[in-house]
């Protein structure tokens, strides 16, 4: 699976950004997709996954009730909504993916696409 995230971009804080995941490869479908970010200084850390299946999300707590993240198999790709920005929001967004697990553990996930930079200013 290869991945390819876009989307990033500046904004003011309040405001919405959405990224988007494109991946290719014929195994999609079978994988858990996530969201990692990671800010300036920062390791990186857990946003948000969607099963492979698309019926059960799971948020880290900074960004529950703001962010959502969705798939549409049938384009191969997985979406994170993002609503009422923070600059604690500022970040290089990853997409992953993982065949194996579902939830926040980056070591089990075995395919990442590059990172989208989002800057929310104050």
């Known amino acids: 699976v290869q991945l390819q995230a876009s989307g990033g971009g500046s904004v003011q804080a309040g405001g919405s950004l959405g990224l988007s995941c494109r991946a290719s490869g014929r195994t999609f479908g079978a994988h858990n997709m996530g969201w990692f970010r990671q800010a300036p200084g920062k390791e990186r850390e857990f946003v948000a996954v969607i099963t492979w299946s698309g019926d059960t999300t799971y948020y880290d707590d900074s960004v529950k009730g703001r962010f959502i993240i969705s798939r549409n198999s049938a384009k191969n790709t997985v979406d994170l909504q993002m609503n009422n920005l923070k600059p604690e929001d500022t970040a290089v967004y990853y997409c992953?993916?993982?065949?194996?697990?579902?939830?926040?553990?980056?070591?089990?996930?075995?395919?990442w696409g590059l990172g989208t930079q989002v800057t929310v200013s104050s």
């Open positions: 992953a993916a993982s065949s194996v697990h579902f939830g926040r553990q980056q070591k089990l996930y075995h395919h």
